[in-house]
């Protein structure tokens, strides 16, 4: 009997977990496919199936499961609530699987394995971690050990990961190491200034998506940092500034980092990239801002990305910015 075949959307949660997840199923050997990288047909696509008034980035999610359709026996949307015992994913991730099932026909089965490690101490959060993992390795296995083997060796994968993005590397990159290749990007070499870029990672990582803002700022000589590099250590230290988390993981990442990069000092700008039409991002973006003015020697810029972003609006804005930041560096 031929393997089987998971489709695994290149959107979303893809760019923090697809090495676990790629890892853990190629041990129980099974064959993993991802969409492709996001394009207009794709959104086009999800923006005739989704909801009118969802985000960006989740018209563009149901894109690339369409585009998955027929080159799997199954499609991977986990359903995502915590993974750290403190901070939420956004209800839409919880709700994935629901609207692709409902919504979108002719898929081959949604294995819509649920994540919601909440427990407080580390060891009862990894059990409830390997229990997701035996329910998905239950698809495709009865024999626990193998299993067990797999979800090893996505522990080790994970690990490794966060080292390569820990060394400078950025999730797409660190992906193609870890699949083997090596790292012929050179969009983040390093430049005469240098940036923390913010947000969301499906906003930064997806050059469709943010219509190539780190492509642009590299072609302009910028070197770029992001929250994907810092260590956990560096955020759980932002912890003690503010009395509270925020209510959902990515915004209280990326409210931390921007808190880090902004005391530390080290860098030359900060951008956040947010989504128009996100709600818990529209929140974070306002008191990043409100952050920002506690530091008026770091230059601070929003963009906002939506489905009918342009290129040349975005370029413009990004060269202004870089154009500003490098004059007043030199004092002019
Ligand atoms: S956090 Fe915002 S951008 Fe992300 S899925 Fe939720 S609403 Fe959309």
């Known amino acids: 009997?031929?393997?089987?075949?998971?489709?695994?959307?290149?959107?979303?949660?893809?760019?923090?977990?697809?090495?676990?997840?790629?890892?853990?199923?190629?041990?129980?050997?099974?064959?993993?496919?991802?969409?492709?990288?996001?394009?207009?047909?794709?959104?086009d696509d999800g923006v005739k199936e989704a909801l009118a008034e969802a985000c960006v980035p989740i018209k563009l999610y149901y894109g690339h499961v369409l585009s998955l359709k027929d080159k799997a026996d199954y499609i991977f949307i986990p359903r995502l609530y915590c993974l750290n015992s403190q901070t939420l994913y956004c209800p839409k991730f919880l709700g994935l699987p629901d609207m692709i099932k409902h919504s979108l026909s002719h898929?081959?089965?949604?294995?819509?394995?649920?994540?919601?490690n909440r427990s407080k101490?580390?060891?009862?959060?990894?059990?409830?971690?390997?229990?997701?993992?035996?329910?998905?390795?239950?698809k495709f296995t009865n024999d626990k050990?193998?299993?067990?083997?797999?979800?090893?060796?996505?522990?080790t994968t994970e690990h490794r990961y966060l080292e390569l993005l820990q060394s400078g590397l950025l999730p797409n990159q660190a992906i193609t190491v870890l699949g083997g290749a090596k790292n012929t990007d050179t969009v983040y070499a390093e430049g005469s200034l240098k940036f923390a870029v913010l947000g969301y990672p499906y906003h930064l990582y997806d050059d469709f998506i943010n219509v190539g803002v780190l492509t642009k700022l590299r072609r302009l000589g910028v070197q770029v940092v992001t929250t994907e590099n810092l260590s956990p250590a560096v955020l759980v230290r932002q912890k003690h500034q503010y009395p509270k988390d925020m209510f959902w993981t990515f915004s209280d990442r990326a409210f931390r980092s921007a808190l880090h990069f902004f005391q530390e000092g080290r860098v030359d700008g900060?951008?956040?990239?947010?989504?128009?039409?996100?709600?818990?991002?529209?929140?974070?973006?306002?008191?990043?801002?409100?952050?920002?003015?506690?530091?008026?020697?770091?230059p601070f810029m929003i963009l906002m990305i939506d489905?009918?972003?342009?290129?040349?609006?975005?370029?413009?804005?990004?060269?202004?910015?870089?154009?500003?930041?490098?004059?007043?560096?030199?004092?002019?």
């Open 270 to 298: 900060v951008i956040y990239v947010t989504a128009f039409g996100c709600g818990p991002d529209a929140m974070v973006y306002r008191m990043i801002e409100m952050e920002s003015k506690k530091y008026p020697h770091i």
């Open 1 to 43: 009997m031929s393997a089987a075949t998971v489709g695994i959307p290149r959107a979303l949660a893809y760019y923090l977990y697809f090495p676990r997840w790629r890892a853990f199923l190629n041990e129980l050997g099974v064959n993993v496919v991802t969409s492709g990288l996001s394009n207009r047909q794709m959104l």
């Open 107 to 116: 898929l081959p089965p949604v294995i819509d394995t649920m994540f919601n």
């Open 145 to 155: 050990l193998k299993i067990l083997k797999a979800f090893y060796r996505s522990l």
């Open 121 to 138: 101490g580390f060891l009862a959060r990894r059990t409830e971690l390997a229990k997701s993992f035996f329910e998905l390795g239950s």
């Open 307 to 332: 489905e009918h972003s342009g290129e040349a609006g975005i370029s413009t804005r990004l060269e202004a910015f870089t154009d500003m930041v490098r004059r007043r560096k030199k004092g002019v």
